[in-house]
């Protein structure tokens, strides 16, 4: 996990069992060190949460209610503003001040990245279910999952990966025998058993790009967008924000990522917003595009 997972994964397990847990029973859960997740919890407090431990436990609490005010007053900053503010405080970067203030606008947008839904009881039942039984290797249940065959099915899994922020999993699916993705919010509730995992040497973890699309196969791609499909982007695959900056000309943004080799979402998006993305690179991205046009031309 990288330090900012990290983060993310000690803040949903402490929301959703406040007061249960010490800072290092916290360090046992996520197998890392106590100062670890003193340095999250310093985070926390960076961008307005108000972190409590009782005593003489020490068990943490973070209540959503009386510290999330300050990312509601914040929304109403664009990508567009944060970048003129960043850009002003780095001026200043000898200055601890202009640091902890950049520091803190770009962690708070982090945090918002998770959105309102991510915050509610039945969505952090569902995180802490599988973090606990990926700890433990034991099989879960994913009750009613949506997939996009148009069916509900309850689906028996051994969860290797969790990706709060990109709101997946990757799982081995024990009935289909093979690795599959699932999205969070399309499963309606998490049924932890007692089984262990059986195919541990099966649980092969692939990259998932900002399409979420899982693809260990990538290719750099670089798009010219304006404020329009900047808009698009961003509002349907949040996680762009991190890989696309304001352009060199006035009212444009440049996309530069690693995705999927076959630009799996990509090209729907780009055919959705045709007039207002230019592709810098690479050609066969183009040309596959290209081919896309044609054959709905020849439908015509």
């Known amino acids: ?119 509610r009881r039945p969505e952090l039942e569902k995180i802490d279910k599988l973090e606990a039984a990926k700890k433990n290797e034991q099989r879960v249940i994913l009750e009613n999952y949506r997939s996009n065959s148009n069916e509900t099915k309850d689906r028996l899994v051994e969860c290797f990966h969790i990706d709060t922020e990109a709101g997946m999993i990757q799982v081995y699916d024990v009935d289909r025998k093979g690795s599959r993705h699932f999205k969070l919010n399309r499963i309606e509730r998490v049924q932890a058993l007692e089984a262990p995992w059986e195919y541990n040497d099966k649980h092969h973890y692939q990259y998932t790009d900002v399409f979420r699309i899982a693809d260990n196969n990538r290719v750099n791609v670089h798009l010219l967008l304006d404020v329009y499909a900047y808009n698009a982007l961003i509002d349907t695959f949040p996680q762009a924000t991190r890989t696309t900056l304001p352009g060199s000309e006035p009212n444009t943004f440049d996309f530069q990522d690693q995705v999927n080799h076959k630009f799996l979402g990509l090209t729907n998006f780009i055919m959705s917003n045709a007039e207002h993305v230019q592709i810098l690179n690479p050609p066969e991205l183009k040309e596959q595009i290209r081919e896309k046009a044609k054959g709905i031309l020849d439908k015509i």
Not at 8 to 23: D, K, N, Q
Not at 90 to 95: C, D, R
């Open 1 to 119: 996990m990288t330090p900012r997972e990290k983060c993310v994964r000690i803040l949903l397990r402490i929301l959703a069992h406040p007061y249960t847990f010490t800072r290092k029973e916290l360090a046992d859960h996520f197998d890392m060190s106590k100062d670890a997740v003193t340095e999250c919890i310093e985070v926390f407090r960076t961008v307005g949460l108000k972190f409590e431990q009782d005593k003489p436990h020490y068990r943490c609490a973070i209540l959503p209610e009386r510290g999330f005010d300050e990312l509601e007053r914040l929304k109403s900053l664009t990508k567009s503003d944060r970048d003129k503010i960043a850009l002003a405080l780095k001026q200043y970067a000898g200055n601890k001040d202009a640091l902890y203030i950049l520091n803190k606008i770009e962690s708070l947008y982090d945090f918002q990245q998770l959105g309102i839904r991510a915050l």
